[in-house]
T-cell receptor, first 114, second 114 residues
């Protein structure tokens, strides 16, 4: 089954404790992206990757890091989480990231930073 | 940069009534436009997309949207609402300027009452 898998789905952590949210897709997609969803703000892009070893900032990259060492994986790293990073995070992938390609989304990871 | 505006953060309809969710876009070039749906505790799922092939686009679950250039609109409709249509709906436009991302609207929550 074609899917984007995120882990963990739910996480409560404390300020400053490094964490990683993993994302994996099994569709051989070149493009992967991270979004955060906040009430009243919709979805905002954090980082994206056009292919292996190619990453770039989205609209709200501060406080986050990513890496793309393998085509299927695109982890999101919070080196020192803060309460304003409490949010619902989505990983998404697409065949090429350009034009009319459909974005496939994971089920989301709800993060709470105390 | 391309952007979309969704009019109405909450829409309530009776079961069997017409569903109309409004989306206006801003783009200096012919846009690629999308509607996504998010059911509770799930990721986003593509409903339909406009890629200039036809102005009336049919999607899944009986939804359709009409691209109107003169009105810069891409409203989502369904003739008869079902209880299972209750969800969050997002309009999005492909952004070729930044992150090859989709720029999402802030979402419209659809409530269907018996």
């Amino acid at each position: 089954e074609a899917q984007v898998t995120q882990n963990p789905r739910y996480l409560i952590t404390v300020t400053g404790k490094k964490l990683t949210v993993t994302c994996s897709q099994n569709m051989n997609h070149e493009y992967m992206s991270w979004y955060r969803q906040d009430p009243g703000l919709g979805l905002r892009q954090i980082y994206y990757s056009m292919n292996v070893e190619v990453t770039d900032k989205g609209d709200v990259p501060e406080g986050y890091k990513v890496s793309r060492k393998e085509k299927r994986n695109f982890p999101l790293i919070l080196e020192s989480p803060s309460p304003n990073q409490t949010s619902l995070y989505f990983c998404a992938s697409s065949f090429s990231g350009r034009g009319s390609g459909e974005l496939f989304f994971g089920e989301g990871s709800r993060l709470t930073v105390l | 940069a391309q952007s979309v505006t969704q009019l109405g953060s909450h829409v309530s309809v009776s079961e069997g009534a017409l569903v109309l969710l409004r989306c206006n876009y801003s783009s200096s070039v012919p846009p690629y436009l999308f509607w996504y749906v998010q059911y509770p505790n799930q990721g986003l799922q593509l409903l339909l997309k406009y890629t200039s092939a036809a102005t009336l686009v049919k999607g899944i679950n009986g939804f359709e949207a009409e691209f109107k250039k003169s009105e810069t609109s891409f409203h989502l409709t369904k003739p008869s609402a079902h209880m299972s249509d209750a969800a969050e709906y997002f309009c999005a436009v492909y952004n070729s300027n930044s992150g090859y991302a989709l720029n999402f609207g802030k979402g419209t929550s659809l409530l269907v009452t018996p």
